[in-house]
């Protein structure tokens, strides 16, 4: 990990609280708010390091002195002479405009704006502070270029096109990554909608060993927040798209004869367009996938839209036939790791059907914006009576200022951060034999674990009904039948939900990290 | 909150002070593993010892070191290793010193865990003051839901006089009781079971249907009453190369 900013890297640019993700490329012309500019200079700098943007569209690195506060003459004790009616400051916006052509920048416009500033001189200095921020923001053209991390991808997404991720909040994904027990070397199942965000996410935390198998609904996998978390091409490949609607049919599926298919390819592209295949075919390789992070210099700005060529589309056949191929065995074996749904599919069709593929004891967890969305899922996995220690949670998260006195928490904050269920997957089959052994560990709690027996509660009006035994070891429970057995009304687990804090070991799972 | 905020992965290098009970510390071993290495400090002697031995027990031996020393006296003794510093001590600003040495030189993130807001307070003047940027302090709680079906009775208004709109009523009613379906027994049985009755069941059902004709079933969810208000406040940073 070098701290260099170089050329085809993905950097995240920050003005203010604005962040945008871009590859750094030459004689490219970025856009970030009202500014335009080249990133050419940069290159070779450090990350971190704050450019000024010139009229010219090329970054300067400002001189130390240059941008420096004036010292404040003269400042006031409190706001008791203080009008707001507008009138204070005789700097119109035409003047302001004017000096801007005249070329002042910056410090020089807020010098001017102070001194023409009636009021400023009898503000309080803490407010001479607030004032000189505002005015910063405004007229100080600075951008700062760092190197994308997790948490500044999320905020960018968040912050930018929440509808696009499903309104996952930083500390929701932080959540699900901790609930889900993301770590290296493990194979974790994931359907979701938020065109690959939560799956880059996921994959930073594996740093390329394990497994990812992404079900998609469509053609193919929508893979458009991927290159912002600048993912190196081997973290990259162990994430294998499998469509959606292949699951019932898994096990009459065989894997496709690859060299077939490549073979059939280049014939095709034989007839097609004679020449230039093979170097094509390896080049478009490496560029295909991550589209973009780690990009070759032929890709000129604006190559989004074009059309891809038959080459490429043929590589892209072939690469999405391997990692079909990849996700199926996984699939069959089924016996993942982890199971991560954050789907605008109904989740309760999902989880139940997926909740198939999890290996027992092994962490699933349900994200929706809505917590009815939830609710139903919770209700549905409790009377399979394949999961425990269902939760339903939400975080909350509230920023704060700090400043000497003035302490306190922001006045805007985010109302919601969504919802999250979790639980742990057991093999209900394996139950039978124990003697309700949660019962001993928490008296209060009451999760449905075992079948013979749904465990005493405080609320049961002892209407126990004679329930019959979910499913055995090798056969996970139609949750359909279940519903249909008449033993296994819900209105028997009227009771407390099973405590969180029960059964696992400390690794498993961390609060407040 | 606390993994993301460290950009940590697997590869990381992290110092964190104090180890107390070593939960923060599986939590970022499960993360950094397999090539990544924590360096943990704990002073007081029993403890260090007792998460060691944790440590090795649940085979997380190779990636971490436990030293038993007080940073505060003797500092890290690390120079320019760490990916990311977490600080759960009583006085952190004391540790941002040792803290950006410990960082490596191409730069790296930082987070202070502290109860009390005057903590924070201190903690910030002296990342300020050590040259950290993108300070950012912040509060995050987990709050539980309990879910359960619930039973509601619609309200009873009294019958409407007018023959038309008592057809509707009825079959008003008809999807109420679909709706309520399986969750409520009770109910289906005291107002579909109308037929054979003796008196007295007849009288019951007079008396409900005044008090309960219709009832709605539905799932609700609502926050437990008694959560956690405060753990702590996160303060994080960032060291540029």
């Known amino acids: ?513 | 909150m606390v993994l993301l905020q460290l950009n940590l992965k697997p590869g990381s290098i992290v110092v964190e002070t104090g180890t107390g009970s070593g939960s923060m510390s599986h939590a970022i071993m499960r993360t950094i593993a397999p090539t990544g290495h924590l360096f943990t400090f704990e002073f007081h002697e029993q403890r260090a010892k007792l998460a060691r031995d944790e440590f090795v027990q649940h085979g997380f031996g190779n990636i971490v070191t436990v030293a038993n020393q007080d940073v505060l006296l003797d500092g890290f003794g690390l120079n320019n290793v760490a990916d990311a510093v977490f600080l759960d001590l009583p006085s952190p600003w004391e540790a941002i010193k040792f803290s950006k040495d410990a960082l490596k030189t191409s730069g790296g993130h930082i987070c202070s865990f502290s109860p009390c807001i005057e903590q924070v307070q201190q903690t910030c003047t002296a990342l300020n003051e050590q040259g950290f940027k993108d300070i950012r302090t912040m509060e995050c709680l987990q709050r539980r839901h309990d879910v359960r079906p619930i039973t509601l009775q619609e309200p009873n208004f009294g019958k409407i006089e007018n023959d038309e709109n008592g057809e509707v009523e009825e079959s008003c009613r008809k999807r109420v009781h679909e709706e309520v379906g399986e969750n409520n027994d009770e109910v289906e049985e005291d107002t579909v079971e109308a037929d054979n009755e003796s008196d007295e069941v007849k009288r019951r059902r007079a008396a409900i249907s005044t008090k309960s004709e219709r009832t709605v079933g539905i799932v609700a969810a609502c926050p437990m009453r008694q959560i956690p208000g405060h753990t702590g406040y996160l303060t994080f940073a960032v060291l540029y190369p």
């Open chain 1, 1 to 513: 990990m070098s701290g260099i900013i170089e050329e085809g890297s993905r950097v995240i640019i920050q003005k203010g609280t604005y962040l945008r993700s871009e590859e750094v490329l030459r004689k490219n012309k970025v856009s970030v708010q009202k500014l335009h500019f080249y990133l050419d200079n940069a290159i070779g700098c450090n990350y971190g390091t704050t450019f000024k943007v010139g009229r010219n569209g090329h970054l300067t690195v400002p001189h130390a002195s240059e941008e420096q506060p004036k010292p404040v003459p003269t400042s006031g004790e409190n706001n008791q002479f203080l009008n707001d009616d507008g009138s204070s400051q005789k700097l119109t916006k035409d003047t302001i405009m004017n000096l801007k052509a005249q070329g002042f920048e910056g410090e020089d416009i807020i010098e001017q704006l102070i001194e023409n500033s009636e009021t400023f001189k009898i503000k309080t200095e803490f407010s001479q502070e607030k004032y000189l921020n505002k005015k910063r923001k405004r007229h100080i053209s600075q951008v700062t270029i760092l190197k994308p991390t997790l948490r500044l991808v999320c905020q960018m997404m968040y912050s930018s096109c929440p509808s696009k991720i499903m309104e996952l909040r930083t500390d929701t994904v932080s959540q699900i990554l901790t609930m889900a027990n993301i770590h290296s070397n493990i194979n974790v199942l994931l359907l979701e909608n938020t065109q690959s965000f939560l799956a880059g996410a996921i994959l930073h935390r594996m740093a390329g060993h394990g497994n990812v198998v992404q079900l998609y609904n469509g053609d193919f996998p929508i893979r458009l927040s991927l290159p912002h978390f600048a993912l190196a091409e081997d973290e990259m490949k162990i994430l294998s798209g499998f469509p959606m609607n292949k699951i019932n049919i898994l096990h009459s599926l065989e894997k496709e004869d690859i060299e077939e298919k490549q073979s059939e390819v280049a014939e095709e592209m034989d007839s097609a367009e004679p020449p230039i295949k093979k170097e094509i075919c390896d080049e478009g390789n490496t560029s295909q996938k991550d589209e973009g992070s780690s990009t070759k210099r032929r890709r000129k700005p604006k190559h989004y839209n074009k059309p891809l060529t038959e080459q490429e589309k043929h590589v892209r056949k072939i690469n999405r036939i391997e990692e079909e191929n990849r996700a199926l065995e996984l699939l069959k074996t089924a016996s993942f790791d982890s199971l991560i749904i954050a789907t605008k599919f109904r989740s309760k069709t999902a989880v139940l059907r997926l909740i198939e593929f999890l290996a027992p004891s092994r962490p699933v967890v349900v994200y929706s914006p809505y917590k009815e969305v939830l609710n139903e899922c919770l209700l549905a996995l409790k009377e399979s009576k394949s999961v425990l220690n269902l939760d339903l949670t939400e975080t909350w998260w509230r920023s704060y200022q700090v400043l000497t006195m003035r302490t306190h928490p922001h006045i805007m904050m985010d109302g919601t951060g969504g919802y999250l269920l979790t639980g742990i997957k057991v093999d209900p089959g394996l139950n039978d034999s124990t003697d309700n052994p949660n019962v001993n560990r928490n008296p209060a709690a009451n999760p449905p674990v075992n079948p013979t027996n749904p465990g005493p509660s405080t609320q049961d009006k002892t209407d126990v009904k004679p329930v019959i035994p979910a499913g055995t070891s090798d056969n996970d429970p139609d949750p359909a039948d279940l519903k249909d057995n008449p033993g296994n009304k819900s209105d028997t687990d009227h009771n407390t939900m099973p405590d969180g804090d029960s059964a696992e070991p400390p690794s498993k799972r961390t609060k407040s990290s």
